[in-house]
């Protein structure tokens, strides 16, 4: 990864705590690529390569619900981690989503991440 700019705001697609347009209450973030805030991150990561997390599970990972915790990996290594609902900036774009999955390629093999089915091109399908 080459980046050396920050993910922000402007990196997504919306909020944690949004659900995308036309889902039902059970929707929730699982699979998708989420963008931790830089202030979350020991000094020493505080680096956009370490910004990009794969969520796995958690009841933080369902955005109207009451649960903080958000399981995954970090994209950069595959390192496994939790972090509350609230430190991250939101869910991440096509764009920021392609350089996350271009990351997990290269510790796992250049297979394709093992992630949930993309589930905002699913919803934006049914609008």
Same mark, same amino acid.
């Given at each position: 990864?080459?980046?050396?700019?920050?993910?922000?705001?402007?990196?997504?697609?919306?909020?944690?705590?949004?659900?995308?347009? !036309? /889902? +039902? @209450?059970? $929707?929730?973030?699982?699979?998708?690529?989420? =963008?931790?805030?830089? #202030?979350?991150?020991?000094?020493?990561?505080?680096?956009?390569?370490?910004?990009?997390?794969?969520?796995?599970?958690?009841?933080?990972?369902?955005?109207?619900?009451?649960?903080?915790?958000?399981?995954?990996?970090?994209?950069?290594? !595959? /390192? +496994? @981690?939790? $972090?509350?609902?609230?430190?991250?900036?939101? =869910?991440?774009?096509? #764009?920021?989503?392609?350089?996350?999955?271009?990351?997990?390629?290269?510790?796992?093999?250049?297979?394709?991440?093992?992630?949930?089915?993309?589930?905002?091109?699913?919803?934006?399908?049914?609008?």
């Amino acid at each position: 990864m080459t980046r050396t700019e920050p993910f922000t705001f402007n990196d997504c697609i919306r909020s944690m705590h949004e659900k995308p347009q !036309g /889902a +039902d @209450d059970n $929707f929730n973030n699982e699979g998708l690529v989420a =963008i931790i805030s830089l #202030e979350h991150l020991s000094e020493e990561y505080r680096k956009p390569e370490y910004q990009l997390f794969r969520l796995s599970s958690g009841f933080g990972c369902k955005p109207t619900g009451s649960g903080r915790k958000c399981y995954g990996t970090f994209c950069f290594d !595959g /390192a +496994d @981690d939790q $972090f509350g609902k609230y430190s991250f900036i939101g =869910i991440a774009n096509e #764009e920021t989503t392609k350089i996350a999955e271009a990351m997990e390629s290269e510790w796992n093999g250049g297979n394709q991440s093992s992630r949930s089915p993309d589930k905002e091109e699913g919803m934006e399908a049914e609008m």
